[in-house]
């Protein structure tokens, strides 16, 4: 079972996160990026997947212990408003990838909707960084496009998606391609947040246990 944990941004701040451990050696680690509902028990579960898996886990906690509840969006939307992504990333998720690195293994980075844009932001900004994977999530181009990427992306988006649509992820995967990058993408027939079992709303069980077997299988490749 994990546990929350601190560990030290690039700005020599401390900061809370939640770590699931694997219990081996040197076993890789993957950095796990919120929705924008902030570090809730499902976020806790798929680090625990990852330990499961054999990766150690953190979720670092962007939002300081605020969690909106799923059925309060307007909560939802003035916390991810009052982050600065790029900040975020910079310091905190950085200073989570180090701190997974500094047991041994190389790191990977992933996270969902705000998350899953995080992680491509990451996937440009964070040196030490080994793979990426992205759930239904994009940033501007201005923060970080996808011709800047440095390392192996795989993203994985719904058809039936207002916030990043089928346009965006075209758009996006025509850019890696471009770019000669080496890139997974997947589509599924669902809608955004399909991953999220605690959102029977959203969530499709069947292209989720797809989309996570891909996820693993990706860092199992790149991480090792």
């Known amino acids: 079972m994990g546990k929350m944990t601190t560990f030290k941004c690039t700005d020599g701040h401390q900061a809370q996160g939640y ?7 040197h076993a890789p680690g993957v950095v796990v990026i919120q929705e924008w509902w902030g570090l809730q028990g499902q ?18 906690d962007l939002y300081n212990g605020t969690v909106a509840p799923y059925h309060d969006s307007a909560a939802a939307t003035a916390a991810m408003a009052s982050l600065n ?16 690195k500094s047991r041994g293994g190389k790191a990977g980075l ?6 899953g844009a995080v992680a491509v932001i990451g996937a440009v900004h964070i040196p030490e ?11 501007p181009a201005s923060v970080a496009a996808a011709k800047d990427i440095r390392v192996p992306f795989q993203g994985h988006f719904a058809n039936q998606d207002e ?21 997974e993408i997947y589509r599924y027939s669902g809608q955004h947040a399909f991953m999220n079992s605690e959102r029977k ?21 790149y991480l090792a």
């Open 19 to 25: 770590l699931a451990e694997a219990g081996g050696a």
């Open 43 to 60: 976020i806790k579960a798929v680090c625990e997947r990852f330990a499961a898996a054999g990766f150690n886990a953190l979720a670092p």
């Open 85 to 100: 992504f790029k900040t975020a990333t910079d310091q905190a998720v950085r200073g989570a990838v180090q701190y997974l």
């Open 110 to 115: 992933t996270g969902f909707c705000m998350g």
């Open 129 to 139: 960084l080994d793979a990426a994977v992205s759930f239904y999530g994009i940033p």
């Open 163 to 183: 916030w990043c649509s089928p346009a965006m992820v075209d758009m996006f995967e025509k850019e890696l391609k471009a770019s000669r990058k080496v890139y």
């Open 201 to 221: 709303d959203v969530y499709n069980a069947s292209a989720a246990k797809q989309a996570w077997e891909r996820c693993l299988a990706f860092f199992r490749k």
